[in-house]
């Protein structure tokens, strides 16, 4: 029995076939084409949304940003893989026209608009709110823990394991209000020592630490510190009210948890950011929390009808 047949490379056609004829209706990138089309560019405050009179003429934000969103929603993050799927990817070529943008093209936009992607990322959670899939019925909050980018040099990796014994952490420290104070497991006070930003340091005396049977099960150092966040209150606060209805607890897993579970694995693939410092990491998961948010959205709607919505 033969096989299934394809063409012939060097079959020739009267009609050759067009980029939007092999571009479904309800494709993935005419959704991103119709929302980067409503956007404000210049309110988001992207770099050269308004093109100069003279000189070299530059790539349209809008362009980029759409290789972006794309990228970013098929766990493409570098410049260098978004430059080669502009030469080879048929879905991309319909996306922005046939651009072919060199890799520091690609990744100068996206070092030069941080503050541009946050701004992109909440236009859309608005706008996930006004078409009603947003109810902000309840809202909770988590943290999860992402790779930064940083070299061997600065990088520390703790393993607490390989202590012998297990140190005191600050739970075991009970907190004074009335003195603003902290008392160790032996007995002994920490007093505040500074204020930075609004958190608070506590520090023990030496001489109580030098004398104290439980040091090497605190601290390596002369003297133990604690520290105290500034909104520490109200994490107490809320901790007690989640003590008292656990079933919250199951609520905030099914609402947050899945969503980081995803960003970790389907948009960045277990791997770390690629834009350094805090900003950069802010740029970086904007540009995910969107992807991420645009294909809730494309599930729950369909294509056909989030674009309706946006139109």
Known sequence: MAYIQGESRSQTSLFPVSLEELIPEDHLVRVIDLYVAKLDLVQLGFDKALPKSTGRPSYDPADQLKLYLYGYFQRIRSSR???AECQRNI???WLINRLKPDFKTIADFRKNNKPAFVATCRAFVRFCRTAGLIAGDLVAIDGSKFQAIASSRRHMNLNPGSQEEPLFERKDFAYD????????????????KQRNKGDRIYQANVSDCAACPLKSQCTGAQRRYVSRHAHEEAFERMEQRMLARPQMMASRRSIVEHPFGNLKQWVFGNARFLLRQLEGARAEMALAVNAYNLKRAISLLGARQLMTLMG
């Open 81 to 83: 893989r978004l430059e």
């Open 91 to 93: 879905e991309v070529m």
């Open 177 to 192: 209000p009335q003195q603003d104070r902290y008392q160790c497991p032996a007995g002994k006070w920490l007093t505040l």
